[in-house]
């Protein structure tokens, strides 16, 4: 059957859901009826995209026959909740990253998407980046050749989003910068290799700096719990084997004594060229280097980049997915596929060994 157009939206949170917000708006397809959220901003978000319904609790909106698809912005543990409400409620999903604190939780909703045949996506907005789509299509297209190590990272100086908040209790939040922003980088590596199965992983945790109520993301939206416990890691290093021999090195953190605000890359050794991507305070243009040869010799190219909105790539693909009636990537399956490499990671770190997956 045909869709009317616009597909009604909800948006759910206001802190990154003003993003989805911004989104939506460059899609012409979708039309954003009604948000929910807590917070005052909720309101002052609706005055300036022009959303006409402003719900408190995310159940008032999910009750709005209206609202036929959903972006969920949620701390990560109410992403189950409101996912398997939305579902349930007959809504298409957009669920931002990591997919859940748990791959246990997870697999509740990538299954609760088949029992009710809805869309389920997740937001792994870098993708949308221009310097990511160039390496992706050089991968594929082989020029690369065979990759045999890629690395990925994504270090602060000084960024742990609200010492003492939901970001920093282990239960609710489900781990530190490693599902916080190595769920990002770890992501774009494994997508641009073709989503190789992770082996076996050998990694470990630090909490330095948190612990010490030390290393707040400066002058941010996010706020300070005085008194609350730091529960989780603030740096994660780890080594991962791939199915077919490659290995993929990740080191993620969110405060350490290093050099740059914000810094985070990937980057692929391939038998025929290798690629690398880093992004120093979320540039979006002069990140990208490709190696390779010219007449025998060492070759470097840096080609032109064109800024994005990556929250706007996703939703188009989520848009397209509604229409065609089939899930897209990034689908809540490679969601979960992150979510339990995380927690094999977690697991290595633990017991300080290595582990198969
Ligand atoms: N893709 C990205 O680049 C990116 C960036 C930041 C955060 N995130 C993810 O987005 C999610 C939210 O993070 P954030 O930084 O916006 O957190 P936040 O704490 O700033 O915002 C959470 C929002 O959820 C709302 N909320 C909580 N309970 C609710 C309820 N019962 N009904 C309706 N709304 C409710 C709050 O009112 C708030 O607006 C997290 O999963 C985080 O990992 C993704």
Redesign the pocket.
Known sequence: MERALPIKVGV??????S?HLEGYAEEPRAKVIAI????D??QELANKFGVSRV?????E?LADPDVQAVSI????Y??QE?TLAALRAGKDVLV???LAPTAAEGESMVAAAEETGRILMI????RGRHDVELVKNEVEAGRLGRIYHARAFWMRRSGI??LG???TTKSL?GGGPLI?LGV?VLDLALWIMGNPRPVAVSAATYAELGPRGKGQFFGS??KVIEGAPYEVEDFATAMIRLDGGATLQLDASWAGYTSHTDEFGVSFMGDAGGAEIHVKDYAQIGTLRLFGEVGGMPAVTEPRLLPRH??GWVIHRFIDAILNGKTESPSAEEGLDRVRLIEAIYRSAELGREIEI
Not at 36 to 39: D, M, R, S
Not at 55 to 59: L, S
Not at 123 to 126: E, G, V, Y
């Open positions: 759910i949170g206001c802190g990154i859901g993003f929910a959220g807590l917070e901003r909720c719900y408190h609790d995310y159940r909106l912005a949620v701390p990560n109410m992403h409101v931002e990253k990591p937001a792994f907005n870098r989003p609200g908040s939901w970001f939040a916080d990002h939206r996010f990556g929250h």
